[in-house]
């Protein structure tokens, strides 16, 4: 079902939108409620890619949005490793975590394809804890609330998983066999870079938060493929582009997607954003533009940015 939101007079009259917004499902499909395609694991791919993806994808923080516990940072290892805090029972459970400057959290295998999440949170920025006392393990919430965003072939139907972190399936969806003689079978590969509304699309299916699934109400899509439109499936609060209280970084996001999906910019995240080079070469040239404002002062230098707090209601920090 496709809903619209009134767009309220007084913003078109101080020149938000210089046009009527178009509808954002209207083109392509939607894997909501339906079977996900063969789950191919990013190791399959890297058989061929081994020496230009290989390398560098290891470090990307994509491939680490779930993170063994030994690669804590060293706030939290010391954290989990206090006094009175490394005896406790969940303390030792821990095998993974998720989260990075604005907060941790904690997990352990539950199962094939399941993860638990603890009840506590740290942050490092202030070195706070947060439920950490009764520590209780949650077998439903990881699925609930993280894994379509934590973890690639996320299966909304089975709760379950293909693999923890993200890899090539989370951003090229289903790549026939055939790509190998043409790569224009591949959703982002150098001859099919696709049309910034798929990009908006499939970025956005993870990167704009505070959103839900109609169909479940989860605050992810329902079983989204890369090359799926996005919004078939996704609700979304596009006036939050323009609310001074929400922190710049979602506000940046939320107005690029929402330029690109309602009135066709041209201006993706990939104009800028280069993942597996994790350049930010692109980024620098395009200072000019009213959206780099967000972040950046007006009047230079580049490097200086605005600072301000991160926070997510949707992420629980």
């Not at 693999?163 to 090539?168: E, F, I, K, T, W």
């Amino acid at each position: 079902m496709i809903r619209f939101r009134f767009v309220p007079t007084f913003l078109l009259a101080a020149g938000v939108w210089a046009q009527l917004p178009r509808d954002p499902a209207a083109w392509g499909g939607s894997h909501a409620g339906q079977p996900l395609p063969t789950f191919v694991t990013g190791d399959e791919c890297l058989f061929c890619h081994r020496l230009n993806i290989g390398p560098g994808w290891a470090k990307d923080r994509h491939s680490l949005t779930i993170r063994p516990r030994d690669a804590a940072t060293p706030a939290v290892a010391q954290a989990l490793d206090a006094r009175g805090l490394k005896t406790r029972p969940w303390v030792r459970e821990i095998e993974f975590l998720i989260g990075g400057r604005n907060a941790a959290r904690f997990l352990k295998a539950d199962g094939y394809g399941k993860l638990s999440l603890n009840s506590a949170h740290f942050d490092p920025r202030s070195g706070e804890w947060k439920h950490e006392v009764k520590g209780e393990w949650d077998k439903e919430k990881f699925a609930r609330k993280c894994a379509g965003c934590h973890t690639a072939g996320f299966d909304s139907t089975t709760g379950r998983f293909g693999a923890m972190s993200l890899d090539c399936f989370s951003c090229h969806g289903e790549v026939p066999l055939e790509h190998s003689t043409d790569t224009s079978k591949v959703l982002l590969s150098r001859k099919r870079r696709g049309d910034p509304a798929a990009i908006a699309s499939l970025c956005g299916s993870c990167h704009i938060r505070e959103g839900k699934s109609w169909s479940n109400n989860r605050p992810f899509p329902n079983n989204f493929v890369a090359g799926d439109n996005l919004f078939q499936d996704f609700t979304y609060e596009w006036l939050r582009a323009e609310d001074p209280r929400v922190n710049p970084t979602d506000r940046h996001i939320t107005r690029n997607i929402r330029d690109t999906v309602l009135y066709g910019s041209d201006l993706n995240c990939l104009s800028c954003h280069d993942v597996h080079k994790r350049s930010t070469e692109r980024h620098r040239r395009v200072l000019t533009q009213n959206i780099c404002q967000d972040c950046h002062l007006p009047a230079g230098p580049k490097k200086i940015v605005r600072t301000f707090a991160l926070d997510s209601t949707a992420c629980e920090y």
